[in-house]
T-cell receptor
């Protein structure tokens, strides 16, 4: 059973379209994240949700809208896609301290290509 | 300001030799955690090792050890007895105590193991 699963794994779409990426974790964690990895492999946090509540929104354009229907799910919807949105999007989860180190468990990533 | 600095963009190491990956960090928080992740060419993010700021001993996990020098704010990863499968990108990351909901990543170091 995959601990953090995200779908789809690959997305190829035209500029201006809207797309969604879904993420689910079966680890019972209370915090979920979206990270963006650009073409230079740099990983940057986009959003963090704790118990369905938005905790971090790192100056991401409002074309990006995360939604957490419950603790185990965090979806990412992107409107009006732009060329610069092409990247690998990673979903991750963790259990907050003090009981844990807080390591992130990552999904396999979703590679988005905007043409 | 960059919180995590990895100054080595790429390194080559001979099979069976040890390699040290540098990581320096910047925080004024006395409580923090340091992580290393491996990203092979297949793209997934694999957690390797964790060091807490209050841990007295350097962390070790199999062939991975973390050389933690608190006064220098460095957390170098040592991979002993390198194997071909160690060829990957390696990321250093930090969680600051005051913010449990975010892991900040360095730019990564690519390691290539030669037979």
């Amino acid at each position: 059973d995959t601990a953090v699963s995200q779908t789809p794994k690959y997305l190829v779409t035209q500029m201006g379209n809207d797309k969604s990426i879904k993420c689910e974790q079966n680890l019972g964690h209370d915090t979920m994240y979206w990270y963006k990895q650009d073409s230079k492999k740099f990983l940057k946090i986009m959003f963090s949700y704790n118990n369905k509540e938005l905790i971090i929104n790192e100056t991401v354009p409002n074309r990006f809208s995360p939604k957490s229907p419950d603790k185990a799910h965090l979806n990412l919807h992107i409107n009006s896609l732009e060329l610069g949105d092409s990247a690998v999007y990673f979903c991750a989860s963790s259990q907050t301290k003090p009981a844990n180190t807080g390591e992130l468990f990552f999904g396999e990533g979703s590679r988005l290509t905007v043409l | 300001a960059q919180k995590i600095t990895q100054t080595q963009p790429g390194m080559f190491v001979q099979e069976k030799e040890a390699v040290t990956l540098d990581c320096t960090y910047d925080t004024s928080d006395p409580s923090y955690g340091l992580f290393w992740y491996k990203q092979p060419s297949s793209g997934e993010m694999i957690f390797l090792i964790y060091q807490g700021s209050y841990d007295q001993q350097n962390a070790t996990e199999g062939r991975y050890s973390l050389n933690f020098q608190k006064a220098r704010k460095s957390a170098n990863l040592v991979i002993s007895a390198s194997q071909l499968g160690d060829s990957a990108m390696y990321f250093c990351a930090m969680r600051e105590g005051r913010n449990d909901y975010k892991l900040s990543f360095g730019a990564g170091t690519t390691v290539t193991v030669r037979a």
